[in-house]
């Protein structure tokens, strides 16, 4: 990274080198909160992602034929020297997603915590010895595809990229990685770190739009390939990969994720969780945000003005600043789309209970702000209450008896998270059955647990990430039979 005139200059690193486009162009990155120009990075085409395999596919040997332990220690070497830069990262992420200070932080310090857990696992990516016939020998053998791909959504840019890295070499690939192009810049910065701790080519980043990440979607040789985002660009690159080759996708993508809380629930728990489970703090801009939140008709009134107390009170301000609640959207496709939905949910009927503009002051008049915002009276045959709207807008139903809670939980194309909030062992036990989600909370919302595995059923996604299940999904299984006497 470099600065020119005030302006952050990333560049792409491409087999231990930091170069730029063979193309000579460049793709400008600004501040969400004031629209102002911070940064440009190279605009990665087809040609640069050639020589980005081309430098991980010469890399990939090499990093295969050594220990796991050894892998294992460039990994954790990778993590000290991340977070030696915790607080230039989280700065940088800050001004370049419009996340607040607070939360960056957090998002470098969980990344090191996922990268130090993928170490750990490697050792247990094991075959298995299977007892087909009494004189020969016949096991499994776990192997890495080579080169894989990897493209990563704005939210989480320096989190996801560094800790969805440590998944993917620790088999023993090598990787390209592709930034989401609305926040770029702390991949250039996670280049850098690698390429003081990890052998030049293991891992290469491609920065620009979308025909980088198509390109590598398209390559025929890179066999693996792993995405974060939305359900459309999910199914696109679906189709783009199949039209190449024979390839293993994963998929993580969007939500509409309800959190259902029944009367005998601690409404008090509850009522914190709804908005901390939609992630204000994210701007909402999270795919498990518990975004639907279904409230028994009995709490009703209880509930409710809990919820509409704390999102009075959170603060939207500039993204450095600890004090900020929350900052601005990530750019102004995204506040375009929120502010969309929020007049297409006023048309279908709902009633805007708080939010839904731009927050008072001047500070606010540039950048890409929302308040929190809430409606009730959402009924399930609103586009409010079925499609995702990845901003800060909360959606509240009622309820009255449990078949027609699951009913509307289910009524979505999503199927990422579930949060439930009752102490009824019985009914807990038929909602983690019925409910049409992936990864469940009962009385808890929004934390990952490690090594615990996260994905969606339905349009939210393939695969699951955050763990061993990860690990395995970075190898393919070879099948051996010794036939003996």
Not at 118 to 128: D, I, R, T, V, W
Not at 269 to 287: D, L, T, Y
Not at 368 to 397: C, H, N, Q, Y
Request: hydrophobic content about 40%; overall charge negative; charged content about 20%.
């Amino acid at each position: 990274m470099t600065k020119t005139d005030d302006l952050i200059i990333g560049r792409m690193l491409i087999g231990g080198k930091f170069v730029e486009s063979i193309s000579g162009k460049w793709r400008d990155t600004i501040n969400p909160a004031t629209e102002a120009l911070i940064g440009r990075v190279p605009e990665g085409t087809t040609e640069d992602v050639e020589a980005a395999y081309t430098a991980a596919h010469a890399a990939q040997p090499a990093w295969a034929a050594l220990d796991m332990q050894t892998r294992a220690d460039y990994l954790n070497k990778l993590g000290d020297a991340i977070i030696a830069r915790t607080q230039e990262l989280a700065r940088l992420e800050a001004i370049d997603t419009g996340n607040t200070i607070g939360k960056m932080v957090a998002d470098v310090e969980k990344a090191v915590e996922r990268i130090r857990l993928a170490a750990g696992l490697g050792l247990e990516l094991k075959g298995e010895t299977i007892p087909s016939t009494s004189a020969g020998l016949h096991f499994t053998l776990r192997t890495p595809y080579g080169v894989v791909g990897r493209i990563i959504p704005f939210n989480h840019p320096f989190g996801f990229a560094a800790s969805r890295l440590a998944s993917a070499i620790i088999p023993g690939n090598t990787i390209i990685i592709k930034p989401c192009e609305t926040s770029p810049l702390s991949a250039c910065v996670l280049g850098e770190i690698v390429n003081e701790i990890l052998p030049a080519g293991v891992v290469n980043v491609v920065t620009g739009g979308p025909a980088a990440g198509d390109a590598i979607v398209r390559h025929p040789k890179i066999k693996r390939i792993a995405f974060i985002g939305h359900a459309g660009t999910g199914m696109a690159i679906q189709r783009a990969a199949a039209e190449v080759a024979v390839k293993h996708v994963s998929l993580e993508l969007g939500g509409k994720n309800p959190m259902i809380i029944c009367p005998d629930a601690d409404l008090a728990k509850a009522g914190a969780a709804a908005v901390r489970g939609m992630n204000f703090a994210w701007q909402g801009q999270s795919c498990g945000s518990t975004s639907r939140l279904m409230l028994h008709e009995d709490v009703y009134d209880t509930v409710l003005p809990m919820v509409l107390d704390r999102i009075g009170k959170m603060k939207a301000g500039d993204p450095l600043d600890a004090a900020s609640s929350m900052g601005p959207m990530n750019s102004k496709m995204q506040y375009d789309k929120t502010m969309e939905y929020i007049e297409i949910a006023k048309q279908d009927g709902a009633t805007l209970m708080a939010g839904g503009k731009r927050p008072e002051g001047p500070e606010f008049d540039k950048g890409f702000w929302v308040e929190p915002t809430v409606f009730t009276d959402v009924t399930m045959d609103m586009r409010i209450a079925k499609e995702e709207v990845f901003g800060p807008v909360l959606s509240v139903l009622k309820w009255r008896e449990i078949d027609e809670v699951i009913s509307m939980a289910n009524d979505v194309d999503y199927g990422l998270t579930a949060s439930i909030w009752t102490r009824d062992l019985d009914l807990t036990m038929r909602f983690i059955r019925e409910i049409e989600a992936g990864y469940i909370w009962v009385n808890g919302t929004g934390t990952h647990f490690r090594n615990v595995p996260h994905g969606g059923f339905k349009n939210s996604g393939t695969g699951r990430e955050e763990g061993l299940d990860e690990l395995l999904s970075y190898t393919e299984v070879k099948a051996v039979n010794i036939i003996t006497g």
